[in-house]
């Protein structure tokens, strides 16, 4: 429902404390990236190379989303800066990985590849190829658009909200997967299309007079209101006490 909480659900129901986790530092990751890209010293890619590699060990979605997290920031920048950024985030990258390979070993890497070609769905690398490239596109028509933009982080954000938006779409609406279980990517979805349209709306919402202001923070409060009591609703609803004993996860351990 619209109401209710999207990642407590999947975090509960589901089992995404992974996934959930590693969406709660994605937004500090970056913001790290972004500094080392900018500042370049030894200090910020030492914690980019932290921060790349918690991500990475935690979740294997997390690889995703610091892949096209990290080709969107480089993509927010002028065509002309983006060269030396981008080589330097390829060996960052590639002296993060040396460092948790012992860990990521390159056949836990291939198993993890293969099996999710084939975890709830047919999805194939030849048969998700076509629609890596439609977005791609989409990518790149949305680059030549706001190159123009002023204001880099909402350039980011509509980046980094194109992708995610565009991956769980092609799967519900035309039954097209670009990646494997891409209706998973709706965590993501939800984070960039909250923040894109937020950072999108706001040289609107700063011309408004004061009034206008007053009405629309009162009419977000009210939401933000009835959002909480429904969330609060929802969540004595999926949280339950259980004997930890007996679940799989402890037998397995």
Known sequence: GLWNPWRLRVLVYWGEGPHNAVLSVLPLALMIVYLAVKRRTYLWYLATAIVMAFIVLVNAFGAIDLVVGCACLLLALKAREIARPA??????????????????????????????????????????????????????????????????????????????????????????????????????????????????????????KPPFKVIAATLMLALSVHQIVSYRRYAKTVIQKIDVNQTIEYRIA
């Open 87 to 208: 080589v330097l985030l390829c060996a960052i990258g590639i002296v993060t990985y040396l460092w948790i390979s012992p860990f990521l070993t390159p056949t836990l890497i291939h198993t993890i590849s293969e099996n999710s070609q084939f975890v709830g769905g047919d999805f194939r690398s030849a048969k998700l190829l076509p629609w890596k490239l439609v977005i791609l596109v989409g990518l790149a028509g949305l680059v030549f658009v706001t190159r123009k933009m002023r204001d880099y982080f909402t350039r980011f954000t509509l980046l980094f909200a194109f992708v995610f938006l565009a991956i769980p779409a092609l799967y519900f609406l035309a039954n097209r997967a670009a990646l494997p279980q891409p209706s998973r990517y709706t965590l993501e979805m939800e984070m960039g299309v909250a923040l894109a349209v937020a950072f999108s709306l706001r040289p609107l919402v700063r011309r408004w």
